[in-house]
């Protein structure tokens, strides 16, 4: 009964390769959202789906393309991996937009070698 | 200067002490303020949130904010190892398109020690 699920846990990739993470949230919420946590575990906001449409889209290079098929689900699509890529990506929850209390996944631990 | 200033430690803390984290910010914009609590290799879990200024209390767990100093501060009373974890903090401020934005500090890592 996983609230916020992600997979994989664990990527290991080369560089200049494409790689997607899913997410998935069964709490019923209308808005999701992806993070990127690096190594000194500062957390930042990439973006953010209200009803799978986008609302956040913080600067973030256009080689990273979020989907939402439906609002259970927000996926992120990353073209030609970089080494700088490498990082925890969180995706998260809230009941609607106007929430504080977001309910993060697990993550998922990005290498690029 | 990030927006928002959190000493990233480590703090080491006997059992039993009482711990202090605090956090800065410089964006008079943030409405809520919020700490998260992450286990490693975990995802970050809401602990508490606050609107105004003053403390809220949660069993050992007081948050206080300061906003005309824009200063916000987690005392853990009677600190146990389970309570080792990042702390968080974390600022809201409500986008005119709608919706909401989470700021987060860099996280104050805390190890309580038996």
């Known amino acids: 009964d996983t609230a916020v699920s992600q997979t994989p846990k664990y990527l290991v990739t080369q560089m200049g390769n494409d790689k997607s993470i899913k997410c998935e949230q069964n709490?019923?919420?209308?808005?999701m959202y992806w993070y990127k946590q690096d190594s000194k575990k500062f957390l930042k906001i990439m973006f953010s789906?209200?009803?799978?449409?986008?609302?956040i889209n913080e600067t973030v290079p256009n080689r990273f393309s979020p989907k939402s098929p439906d609002k259970a689900h927000l996926n992120l699509h990353i073209n030609s991996l970089e080494l700088g890529d490498s990082a925890v990506y969180f995706c998260?929850?809230?009941?609607?937009?106007?929430?504080?209390?977001?309910?993060f996944g697990p993550g998922t631990r990005l290498l690029v070698l | 200067q990030k927006e928002v200033e959190q000493d990233p430690g480590p703090l080491s803390v006997p059992e039993g002490a009482i711990v202090s984290l605090n956090c800065t910010y410089s964006?008079?914009?943030?409405?809520?303020f919020m700490w998260y609590r992450q286990y490693s290799r975990k995802g970050p879990e809401l602990l508490m949130y606050t609107y105004s200024s003053g403390n809220k209390e949660d069993g050992r767990f007081t948050a206080q904010v300061d906003k005309s100093s824009k200063y916000i501060s987690l005392f853990i009373r009677d600190s146990q190892p389970s309570d080792s974890a990042t702390y968080l903090c974390a600022m809201r401020t409500v986008l005119t398109g709608g919706g909401n934005k989470l700021t987060f500090g860099t996280g104050t890592q805390l190890k309580v020690e038996l």
């Open positions: 709490l019923g919420h209308d808005t």
């Open positions: 964006n008079s914009a943030f409405q809520y």
């Open positions: 998260a929850s809230s009941q609607d937009g106007y929430q504080e209390t977001q309910y």
């Open positions: 789906y209200n009803n799978k449409e986008l609302i």
